[in-house]
């Protein structure tokens, strides 16, 4: 055997003796997402258990470095863990924005002390982190933000107000953009981390239409941030921002499109058998997806190899968006009356409405999509502008 095909079945044989039968039932709702933390709250012994046990082996992030946690195995060998993870339906261990945003980021920007001291957290699952960047009046255009750090010596005092600040109410640190210096729009702004418990930081949560919301309201009166907790070079946050902002599209690009999700047409087969028109729209659906799943793979093969287009990520966060938006609009038709219960235990609590309005935030969150067509029009087409 190769040493990949040794690889392969050895992964193989421990993923089958240590997932508990638990973690490979499809994910219901947002409490099977494991997100640790500070005070994590585990829905269950076995979610737990298969954090600690992938953590403890650096399969939460398998290609960061050993030395941040990780377990350093080489793009290929990732790409075998995700095959058979998805082979026997396992879950992700862990869900974290330190890992799909911050922790590359990290990776590229940070010095070696805020590396083996943050990513070496992020892997085990010990930090929960939230995203400043949104502000009112300042969401796609983020070189527009007001929150300033005014530079005291040894650290900066920091005013501001965040807004769409997901999680931040349950959030343990924020990477946040602050304007270092008002005289300079783009070389200006500054990528600071700090605790959110540090005095001055407050959340309020802020409620959509679904009745529910991962959002939040983020305000900063005084907060004092010492010096050593900026990633990368004064004034020149913004370079850290969007290389971190390729990474959050990539992420919101698969929400609701996992590969171990069933077939939408498979799950409604007996609903649309009479309705000709609902089941071509279902297979069409099922097609699109297959056809997204193939090329995510192709993405994450070349960002992985360092050959992915710079834009990848804009075109991936549209069209993942898109279809998780299109799959909830078939649930909702799919269940007819029934998908508009909204509170009694036997609808859970109406997650379908919920979760099909809470879809309506995807194509706004993480830059819209007429702001994803704007670049993969420019950046990847080449079209002319306007």
Same mark, same amino acid.
């Given at each position: 055997?190769?040493?990949?095909?040794?690889?392969? =079945?050895?992964?193989? =044989?421990?993923?089958? =003796?240590?997932?508990?039968?638990?973690?490979?039932?499809? @994910?219901?709702?947002?409490?099977?997402?494991?997100?640790?933390?500070?005070?994590?709250?585990?829905?269950?012994?076995?979610?737990?258990?298969?954090?600690? @046990?992938?953590?403890?082996?650096?399969?939460?992030?398998?290609?960061?470095?050993?030395?941040?946690?990780?377990?350093?195995?080489? *793009?290929?060998?990732?790409? !075998?863990?995700?095959?058979?993870?998805?082979?026997?339906?396992?879950?992700?261990?862990?869900? %974290?924005?330190?890992?799909?945003?911050?922790? *590359?980021?990290?990776?590229?920007?940070?010095?070696?002390?805020?590396?083996?001291?943050?990513?070496?957290?992020?892997?085990?699952?010990?930090?929960?982190?939230?995203?400043?960047?949104?502000?009112?009046?300042?969401?796609?255009?983020?070189?527009?933000?007001?929150?300033?750090?005014?530079?005291?010596?040894?650290?900066?005092? @920091?005013? $501001?107000?965040? !807004?769409?600040?997901?999680?931040?109410?349950? =959030?343990?640190?924020?990477?946040?953009?602050?304007?270092?210096?008002?005289?300079?729009?783009?070389?200006?702004?500054?990528?600071?981390?700090?605790?959110?418990?540090?005095?001055?930081?407050?959340?309020?949560?802020?409620?959509?239409? %679904?009745?529910?919301?991962?959002?939040?309201?983020?305000?900063?009166?005084?907060?004092?941030?010492?010096?050593?907790?900026?990633?990368?070079?004064?004034?020149?946050?913004?370079?850290?921002?969007?290389?971190?902002?390729?990474?959050?599209?990539?992420? !919101?690009? $698969?929400?609701?499109?996992?590969?171990?999700?069933?077939?939408?047409?498979?799950?409604?087969?007996?609903?649309?058998?009479?309705?000709?028109?609902?089941?071509?729209?279902?297979?069409?659906?099922?097609?699109? @997806?297959?056809?997204?799943?193939?090329?995510?793979?192709?993405?994450?093969?070349?960002?992985?190899?360092?050959?992915?287009? *710079?834009?990848?990520?804009?075109?991936?966060?549209?069209?993942?968006?898109?279809?998780?938006?299109?799959?909830?609009?078939?649930?909702?038709?799919?269940?007819? %009356?029934?998908?508009?219960?909204?509170?009694?235990?036997? %609808?859970?609590?109406?997650?379908?409405?919920?979760?099909?309005?809470?879809?309506?935030?995807?194509? !706004?969150?993480?830059?819209?999509?007429?702001?994803?067509?704007?670049?993969?029009?420019?950046?990847?087409?080449?079209?002319?502008?306007?």
């Amino acid at each position: 055997m190769s040493d990949l095909e040794t690889f392969r =079945a050895e992964t193989r =044989a421990w993923l089958e =003796a240590n997932c508990p039968h638990e973690m490979r039932e499809p @994910v219901r709702d947002e409490t099977d997402a494991c997100w640790g933390g500070r005070n994590p709250k585990f829905k269950s012994p076995a979610q737990k258990q298969w954090m600690d @046990v992938m953590a403890a082996r650096g399969w939460t992030v398998p290609d960061w470095p050993k030395a941040y946690g990780g377990a350093g195995l080489t *793009p290929e060998e990732s790409k !075998i863990l995700r095959q058979e993870m998805q082979s026997l339906k396992c879950r992700s261990p862990l869900s %974290s924005f330190g890992i799909w945003m911050l922790g *590359p980021a990290l990776l590229k920007f940070g010095t070696e002390d805020q590396k083996v001291h943050y990513l070496n957290q992020i892997a085990r699952g010990e930090i929960r982190w939230c995203q400043g960047y949104s502000e009112p009046g300042s969401g796609s255009d983020l070189v527009s933000m007001q929150t300033f750090g005014e530079d005291k010596g040894d650290h900066w005092v @920091v005013n $501001g107000q965040k !807004i769409w600040t997901s999680y931040a109410d349950k =959030a343990d640190w924020i990477f946040c953009l602050v304007r270092t210096d008002k005289t300079n729009k783009y070389q200006g702004i500054s990528f600071l981390l700090f605790d959110m418990t540090t005095p001055g930081v407050t959340t309020k949560p802020i409620l959509l239409i %679904s009745g529910n919301s991962p959002f939040c309201e983020t305000f900063f009166d005084n907060v004092v941030v010492p010096k050593t907790q900026i990633v990368g070079e004064l004034n020149r946050g913004w370079d850290v921002a969007k290389y971190l902002l390729g990474h959050e599209r990539e992420m !919101i690009s $698969g929400g609701g499109l996992g590969t171990d999700m069933m077939s939408i047409g498979a799950q409604y087969k007996a609903t649309a058998e009479n309705e000709p028109v609902l089941r071509a729209d279902m297979a069409d659906f099922d097609v699109e @997806v297959m056809a997204f799943r193939a090329m995510s793979e192709k993405f994450v093969d070349e960002m992985k190899a360092g050959k992915g287009h *710079p834009a990848g990520a804009n075109m991936m966060k549209y069209v993942g968006t898109e279809l998780n938006k299109r799959r909830h609009e078939l649930i909702m038709s799919a269940d007819g %009356s029934d998908a508009l219960e909204w509170e009694s235990g036997e %609808s859970r609590g109406g997650a379908k409405p919920r979760g099909w309005l809470r879809t309506k935030a995807n194509s !706004i969150e993480g830059g819209t999509s007429e702001v994803m067509l704007g670049v993969v029009a420019k950046r990847i087409l080449d079209l002319p502008g306007a």
